[in-house]
Every structure is written in structure tokens, then in C-alpha cells.
């Protein structure tokens, strides 16, 4: 598939998704139609295993377009908030783990659009903010709620309330990423991190993400439940079988998907 703001391709069990709106990738209307249509054929793909969400240039994504919300009546605003939240969500929702590899700025939506991936890698020396509130709005597409989930409600408020950006390495510490490289090698870790799941069962791999996700926030009892019907969901495939057979022969088990 082609698109006119991002590239979309297939290396091995894993996809990479790059955004490619120079100069700073910012989140205008085309750019996040073409990220939903990605979704859409990307929630498809059953033989997916990883995504790498990365961007070129010299900014992962730096947020809105202003110059397109300069045009956009409030009637707009409210159409378009949810429709770029919604966008997020998706990517949130994808069965596969997914990895946003952030260099140079990440800002506004930007780092929403990562907090929408299981795992973030930073190379130095980008930088990481929240700065909704210094243009007199707030994060709209998830940042308020995953950033919180993430990191706590005393850092996430101090984050937001601040507008602060963030060195790769106070995000680390902060908990809200998860790997440090040098620059340029943002990529290669995502690669290696990606293999390293591509390895395993694949839908255990999903169905892990399924009850980690699902039980998240839930009372105790509830999300046990939520976990032993992902676990369910394994025991009569074939990968399972195969992984029990693969042990009692002393060999690497040979997973299918099914």
C-alpha cells in the first residue's frame, strides 16, 4: 500500500510504519486518514507479529498542524479531536505489540501517538512534552489517561500541568519510555526488541496483550477473568501443542499462528 504522508512496510514477521510529513511530521488531517488506513490493513495481516511506529526527518511528530487548526471553526475542533483520538485508539487496539522509536521532538500529539504503542525507545537527544496547556487546551487524543496509566497521576500532572519538555534520559527515569539509544540506533533496537517477540508464540503473544490490556484498571476478580478467557483461547491451537511437543524433543518449537 502507498500513502501520501507515511510509508508502510514488511520486514520479516514485523511491519514499519514512518511517518513522512517533513518537515516535522505534524498531525494534519491527511497524515492521520492515511495512519487509519495503515490500521485497518494492518489489523488484517494475521501473520503480524510487531509494529515500529517511526518517523524521518528531524521530529518524530510535533503535534498538531496549527496552521490547519488556524482554519478550523469550533464545530471543527469538536469533530476533530475524537476522530484523532479514535485514530490513536486503533493503534492502541492493534493485537500485536507495537514500539514507537521517537528522535529529535516529540511533542503534543506526538507523544500521544507514542503513549498509543506498547513500548517507546528514544534515541538521544530527543526530547519529550506534553505542551497542550501552554496553548490554553489540554491532550485530547489519550495523553491525560495513558500518560497517568504509565507513569502515575503525580508525574503525568506535573508533565501536563508544566508543559515541560523532556530529555530521552528524564523520560527514562520518569518511566515514560522504556529504552535510550544513541542517536541514530533508535531503529536497530526496535528491530532487535521486535525479533526477540517475533520468536515466541504469536498467539500467546496477542493474547497476552489481549488480558494485560483488558484487565488493566479493573478490580482484581474481574481482570483474572479477563485473563483466564485469554488463556482459554490458547489451549486448542496448534502453537501450544506444538511448544509442549517441541520441549519433550529438545528442539526450538516451530509456531504457525494457529
Known sequence: MTFETLRLSREDDHAVLTL???????????????????????????????????????????????????????????????????????????????IAVIQGIAAGGGVELALACDFRIAEKPSMLGLREVALAIIPG????????????????????FTARMHSAEEALLEGAVDIVTEAGQGIA?????????????PLGVRAAKRAIDGGAGLPMEEALAVELRA?????PTEDRREAIKAFAEKRTPAFKGR
Not at 491527511?30 to 494492518?42: H, I, N
Not at 503535534?63 to 469533530?79: F, I, N, P, T
Not at 487524543?141 to 501536563?160: D, N, V, Y
Open 141 to 160: 487524543a489519550g495523553g491525560t489517561q495513558r500518560l497517568t496509566r504509565l507513569i502515575g497521576p503525580s508525574r503525568a500532572k506535573r508533565w501536563i
Open 231 to 235: 488463556y482459554e483461547s490458547i489451549i
Open 189 to 201: 533496537a526496535a528491530r532487535a526488541l521486535a525479533r526477540e517477540i517475533a520468536g515466541n508464540g
Open 20 to 98: 513522512a510529513r517533513p518537515p516535522v511530521n505534524a498531525l494534519g488531517r491527511r497524515l492521520v486518514e492515511d495512519l487509519g488506513a495503515a490500521l485497518e490493513a494492518l489489523e488484517k495481516d494475521a501473520t503480524l507479529r510487531a509494529l515500529i511506529v517511526a518517523a524521518e526527518g528531524k521530529a518524530f511528530c510535533a503535534g498538531a498542524d496549527l496552521k490547519e487548526r488556524q482554519g478550523m471553526s469550533e464545530e471543527d475542533v469538536r469533530a476533530w479531536v475524537p476522530f484523532l483520538g479514535g485514530t490513536f485508539t486503533r493503534l492502541a487496539a492493534l493485537p500485536v505489540p507495537t
